[in-house]
């Protein structure tokens, strides 16, 4: 579950993390408000608006055709409200957004850290997430943070360092003292980085998260070391610990079907291909994605109904499927271990009763328990549905339908 900027650095302060400060908000005024409140605290009358969206790339994004970026500096009230007023309620456009942008509903009015001492101030990189070659966590840093780090990976990956973290001894303090080491720093802000880091590493652990990153981690000119950015993301399969941070989850960042599917616990990822699928299984799942592809189609999504479906659960997977515009045929492919082959019948039966009109090709292949009750449920049942019992059948039958 991604996070939000400002809901991310609010979960860093309780384990002692120093974080931007900022106010999030909804409304032009609620950004005024927040920037009399920070210039107060701060001394300072520069403030940053910064466009709150599940996307990284927010400072060389644009929003709409206003030319604004995601990112920008104010230097009074006035260039705050203008900034407040493009950004919020438009829609932002990134690398990672992809063309169609995402819709900005809030934005963070955040202190200014560039203060006075530009020549001893510094950008760095680091990020904490799990590396599955080694089966370790690891931590990434570099001291070329900022707004190029994806050049920076690209072009001088030997500028990017690793320390791989062991999950029974956790991080230990001469790990914290290298990766400072290594980032040039001495005197306080060795140690405040040292500092830094473990506290972060136990924000990692604490929150079962599966990602945080901190670009830029900023080193102050009074040798304070700062998050003036986080990404963060939450493992899903542990928020029944959190219950707390369930309620960060901003369901108008995800994607409407797959909001849906969840609410029906299928395990839905939509896709940009042609022919739909419905499979039980993960691993099954990959494979009939391969096999779609080796017959000469375009996975339009993954969907797992899992081992418990039922007829109403394979009704609502089909719906979900049928919202695609893009799809030309729909492959299900179940194997009936736990789920019996024919409640997947009944429900793919169903779901073509009560969707009418269903104008493209619908493949079925049931293998395992109650396989020849389901078989006979489809072929009795009069509906244009396709049967078929080996693998093979099936990508021939898909074959034909995308040609």
Do not use: W
């Amino acid at each position: 579950m991604n996070l939000h900027e400002y809901q991310a650095k609010e979960l860093l302060k309780k384990y002692n993390v120093p974080v931007q400060e900022g106010i999030a908000c909804s409304s032009v005024d609620e950004a005024l408000d927040a920037y009399t409140q920070i210039k107060e605290k701060s001394g300072s009358k520069f403030a940053v608006v910064k466009a709150q969206i599940h996307a990284g790339g927010r400072g060389k994004g644009v929003v709409n055709e206003t030319g604004i970026n995601g990112v920008k500096v104010g230097k009074s009230a006035e260039d705050i409200k203008e900034f407040a007023e493009k950004i919020l309620g438009g829609t932002l456009v990134t690398i990672q957004t992809g063309p169609a942008g995402k819709l900005v509903n809030k934005i963070l009015v955040a202190q200014d850290m560039y203060y006075d001492g530009a020549s001893e101030r510094k950008e760095f990189y680091l990020s904490i997430l799990l590396d599955r070659t080694n089966g370790q966590n690891v931590i990434m840093y570099s001291t070329e943070g900022g707004m190029n780090i994806e050049d920076v990976a690209h072009d001088t990956p030997e500028k990017i360092h690793k320390e791989l973290i062991h999950p029974a001894g956790g991080l230990l303090p001469f790990q914290a003292r290298k990766i400072a080491f290594n980032l040039g720093l001495s005197g306080d802000a060795f140690k405040n980085m040292v500092k830094f880091v473990t506290n972060l590493y136990n924000a990692f652990v604490g929150l079962d998260c599966s990602m945080v990153e901190i670009n830029p981690l900023f080193k102050a000119s009074d040798d304070k070391i700062i998050a003036v950015d986080c990404k963060m993301n939450l493992d899903e399969n542990a928020l029944y610990r959190h219950p707390d941070l369930l309620a960060m989850r901003d369901i108008s960042e995800e994607d409407p079907t797959e909001v849906e599917a969840g609410q029906f616990n299928l395990n839905f990822v939509k896709l940009d291909g042609n022919v739909g699928c419905m499979v039980n299984g993960a691993g099954l799942a990959m494979a009939t994605m391969d096999m779609i592809k080796l017959s000469g189609g375009e996975p339009a999504n993954f969907l797992d109904v899992g081992g418990t479906a039922n007829a109403q659960t394979v009704e609502a997977g089909f719906k979900i499927i049928m919202k695609d515009p893009n799809v030309k045929a729909i492959l299900i492919n179940i194997f009936g271990g736990i789920v019996r082959c024919d409640r997947v019948a009944s429900g793919v039966i169903e779901a073509y009763k009560n969707l009418g009109n269903i104008n493209i090709p619908i493949i079925v292949r049931l293998q395992g328990t109650n396989a020849t009750e389901a078989k006979r449920l489809i072929d009795e049942s009069g509906l244009k549905v396709q049967s078929a019992i080996q693998l093979s059948e099936a990508a021939d039958l898909v074959k034909q339908a995308v040609a």
